[in-house]
């Protein structure tokens, strides 16, 4: 629910899923230092659990649903189970995903369909639970969790591309059709950057050495803080970091070297060089993985806690102002340095 400035009122109802760990969690706890009320959605109950203790010690309400995203029924109850306990939904997140991190040729039908089932399906279902209530209201949003993987496509993760890619596409129509009817209800997507996620333990991984983001690699405060201003702000998306915005001009402008780049670098620089993939590492494709649910990976030391970029995507006003300070202030200067014209002797007699 917004105030009047466009802010986020302590009463709000949020639901966010894929909560039980990584960028999901740490959405869930922007939303709790608020005050906000947030229904948490995954599959994993020790996660979810653990989730619920951070959101009410930081200072907000929460209630754990255990759902599998991928099945529309259980996400429409999860939706209702939200409604009866915590209140009309103001916001809805989408942010359940999984991966397989594997050439092409080396996923089965079962697994490529899963990925797809959880992570492009998820968000579609999660979609049509949040405007069944939001449209006959007039109001709400729901915010996608993309990435700029929705734009370039890289090797290793067919599914997980595929999937991005279509939830932009997808999006884009639902936002045409919410302002073809004129409706107050907004839609937007965030597209991330690499981010230290507890992903890279878990996903089915057929690569020899373990998974990794493709750096400069983020913690997930700092796109969790994204998708709560996007939340708050009618943008059509909001794209979070330096190197995702790189990523969706390369591939907008240079499709082909973009291509060619990724090819020669896109597989090494998903593994840990150092690191072999063990042949028993969980998978949570299937099952959640509970003992390994947390907000960051394993990859803290070389992640970046803040971004420059997104606190400037997030902070326009400000940056417009001191854009238009900096100018004035080059104007001055230029202006001093500027040599004075001499006067002529005939113009030092003229009365």
């Known amino acids: 629910m917004l105030t009047r400035r466009g802010h986020a009122s302590r009463d709000e109802v949020v639901v966010v899923t894929g909560s039980s760990g990584g960028v999901g969690r740490a959405v869930a706890h922007a939303f709790a230092r608020r005050g906000a009320r947030v229904g948490l959605v995954a599959r ?9 203790e951070e959101v009410e010690a930081l200072g907000g309400r929460a209630l754990v649903v255990p759902t599998d995203v991928a099945d529309p029924e259980q996400v429409e ?6 409604e009866t306990e915590l209140g009309p939904i103001d916001v809805w997140v989408n942010d359940a995903m999984s991966t ?20 492009y399906l998820g968000t579609v279902y999660g979609t049509m639970a949040a405007l069944k209530r939001m449209v006959p209201r007039d109001r ?3 915010v996608q969790v993309g990435s700029a993987l929705a734009y370039r496509a ?6 997980y591309c595929g999937a991005k890619f279509g939830i932009r596409g997808f999006t884009g129509s639902v936002r045409t059709e919410l302002m073809h009817r004129k409706s107050r209800v907004w839609i937007t997507m965030v597209q991330l950057p690499a981010v230290n996620t507890p992903q890279f333990n878990w996903c089915l991984s057929r690569l020899p050495r373990h998974p990794q983001p493709v750096p400069p690699i983020y913690q997930p405060e700092v796109p969790a803080e994204a998708v709560y201003y996007a939340a708050h702000h009618r943008r059509r998306e909001v794209i979070c970091g330096g190197m995702a915005l790189a990523v969706v001009l390369g591939s907008t402008f240079f499709p082909g070297l973009a ?9 090494r620089s998903q593994q840990v060089e150092d690191m072999p993939s063990p042949p028993d590492r969980p998978s949570n494709l299937f099952q959640p993985v ?17 971004s420059y970029q997104t606190w400037a995507t997030t902070h326009r006003p400000a940056v417009a102002v001191a854009g238009v300070l900096a100018g004035l ?8 340095r500027r040599p004075r014209r001499r006067a002529a002797p005939w113009e030092m007699w003229r009365p």
Do not use: N
């Open 77 to 82: 109850a999860a939706a209702a189970a939200v």
């Open 140 to 142: 709400g949003t729901v």
């Open 100 to 119: 397989i991190f594997a050439p092409f040729v080396e996923i089965r039908p079962e697994e490529f369909r899963r990925a797809t089932e959880v992570t």
């Open 290 to 306: 509970e003992e390994l649910a947390a907000t960051h990976g394993i990859f803290d030391r070389r992640s970046h806690e803040r």
């Open 329 to 336: 202030g080059l104007g001055l200067v230029q202006l001093a």
């Open 259 to 267: 291509d060619r780049y990724m090819a020669r670098t896109g597989v």
């Open 154 to 159: 890289i090797p290793l993760q067919s599914a």
């Open 44 to 52: 994993g109950r020790k996660g979810l659990e653990d989730a619920r």
